[in-house]
């Protein structure tokens, strides 16, 4: 019954028997992702930046394994007792061969790393070959974010060229940049506001998503470009209301799309994070699970309405949404009697 009730609402979105008003309203969605942007932007400054992980800061990390214990107070106790004032991040593994330990910690000399390494056999019960040490530099890191920024760069660059090639207007372009911004800003700010750990796992995800929101995106630009092509000579709609047709026509699409999309990447984010305790697997899934549902509600809330505004001043449509205004105000007006 559920399902027969929801393709009807798709139906009606369809046809048009029903309908909601995403571009009217437009400017209820543009003050809400202002705010949610320069929240986004606020968050992480507030609280002093982001939380990257070692790859990025540098660092020591160890790797405890079969560990009977994974209190991860006895971890950090190890790490102070090596050096005081050390910061300690623990997290718990869950493998085919059992529970383990992963320490992360500042910088170490190698008798500080040998000393540590130590403490966390006997603090676990394991012995010393149990226990496997690596040091990352920060260098590593700036080479992954600076290889980051420049391919992020040339995606949206060739992007931008291909969809105006395909699209023939670069104002459908500049819309699903604009939008892809405005998931990548919020995306991050929810990094920050929660504390989550940004890996070169996260940063895959991150460009992973910019493909998805793009996807769906073309998907509904191809819809407007389909309503919109003789539009010059019907009277049936004004070019906002157009667009606005093809949101709704492609709404449902946009949410199963979503949740087909969504359900998998939710899965490997709960056996990441909670089954194997696979710290990339968490990593990616996460921000793609957050990518995947603010790139659907962009699409839909942001990318079309500021299509729609790019192009509310050419003359041609000017001129047609005059010819439709004109041509309602001269229909006649079918009264319509209540029912007994």
Same mark, same amino acid.
């Given at each position: 019954?559920?399902?027969?009730?929801?393709?009807?609402?798709?139906?009606?979105?369809?046809?048009?028997?029903?309908?909601?008003?995403?571009?009217?309203?437009?400017?209820?969605?543009?003050?809400?992702?202002?705010?949610?942007?320069?929240?986004?932007?606020?968050?992480?400054?507030?609280? !002093?930046?982001?939380?990257?992980?070692?790859?990025?800061?540098?660092? &020591?990390?160890?790797?405890?394994?079969?560990?009977?214990?994974?209190?991860?107070?006895?971890?950090?106790?190890?790490?102070?007792?090596?050096?005081?004032?050390?910061?300690?991040?623990? &997290?718990?593994?869950?493998?085919?061969?059992?529970?383990?330990?992963?320490?992360?910690?500042?910088?170490?000399?190698?008798?500080?790393?040998?000393?540590?390494?130590?403490?966390? !056999?006997?603090?676990?019960?394991?012995?010393?070959?149990?226990?496997?040490?690596?040091?990352?530099?920060?260098?590593?890191?700036?080479?992954?974010?600076?290889?980051?920024?420049?391919?992020?760069?040339?995606?949206?660059?060739?992007?931008?060229?291909?969809?105006?090639?395909?699209?023939?207007?670069?104002?459908? &372009?500049?819309?699903?940049?604009?939008?892809?911004?405005?998931?990548?800003?919020?995306?991050?700010?929810?990094?920050?506001?929660?504390?989550?750990?940004?890996?070169?796992?996260?940063?895959? !995800?991150?460009?992973?998503?910019?493909?998805?929101?793009?996807?769906?995106?073309?998907?509904?630009?191809?819809?407007?470009?389909?309503?919109?092509?003789?539009?010059?000579?019907?009277?049936?709609?004004?070019?906002?209301?157009?667009?606005?047709?093809?949101?709704?026509?492609?709404?449902?699409?946009?949410?199963?799309?979503?949740?087909?999309?969504?359900?998998?990447?939710?899965?490997?984010?709960?056996?990441?994070?909670?089954?194997? !305790?696979?710290?990339?697997?968490?990593?990616?899934?996460?921000?793609?699970?957050?990518?995947?549902?603010?790139?659907?509600?962009?699409?839909?809330?942001?990318?079309?309405?500021?299509?729609?505004?790019?192009?509310?001043?050419?003359?041609?449509?000017?001129?047609?949404?005059?010819?439709?205004?004109?041509?309602?105000?001269?229909?006649?007006?079918?009264?319509?009697?209540?029912?007994?």
């Amino acid at each position: 019954m559920a399902a027969t009730r929801f393709q009807k609402f798709g139906n009606d979105l369809y046809t048009g028997a029903r309908s909601i008003d995403f571009v009217g309203k437009r400017k209820i969605w543009y003050s809400i992702a202002v705010v949610l942007i320069i929240v986004s932007v606020i968050i992480p400054i507030a609280k !002093g930046g982001f939380n990257f992980g070692i790859d990025f800061r540098g660092g &020591s990390q160890f790797t405890v394994s079969n560990v009977k214990t994974t209190d991860q107070s006895l971890a950090e106790q190890a790490v102070h007792d090596v050096k005081p004032n050390a910061t300690v991040q623990v &997290s718990v593994t869950h493998g085919a061969g059992g529970d383990g330990v992963r320490v992360q910690t500042d910088q170490l000399t190698t008798d500080q790393t040998k000393a540590v390494a130590a403490n966390l !056999g006997r603090a676990y019960g394991v012995p010393q070959t149990d226990v496997a040490s690596t040091y990352i530099g920060p260098s590593w890191g700036a080479d992954v974010s600076r290889q980051a920024i420049q391919g992020l760069v040339v995606f949206l660059l060739l992007a931008f060229i291909a969809m105006a090639l395909y699209f023939r207007t670069w104002k459908m &372009s500049a819309a699903a940049i604009i939008s892809l911004f405005h998931d990548l800003i919020i995306t991050a700010g929810i990094y920050a506001l929660v504390g989550f750990e940004i890996t070169p796992a996260t940063m895959i !995800g991150f460009l992973t998503i910019l493909g998805y929101s793009l996807y769906d995106t073309v998907v509904v630009f191809d819809k407007i470009r389909e309503n919109t092509r003789h539009d010059k000579d019907a009277v049936n709609h004004t070019f906002p209301e157009s667009v606005n047709l093809a949101v709704n026509q492609t709404l449902v699409r946009s949410i199963n799309t979503a949740a087909v999309a969504a359900l998998p990447v939710a899965a490997i984010l709960f056996i990441g994070a909670f089954a194997l !305790g696979a710290d990339t697997l968490r990593d990616i899934s996460l921000a793609l699970f957050i990518g995947i549902l603010i790139g659907t509600y962009s699409t839909i809330f942001i990318a079309a309405p500021l299509y729609a505004d790019f192009r509310r001043g050419e003359k041609e449509i000017v001129k047609h949404d005059r010819k439709v205004m004109a041509a309602r105000s001269k229909a006649p007006i079918t009264e319509v009697v209540p029912s007994k």
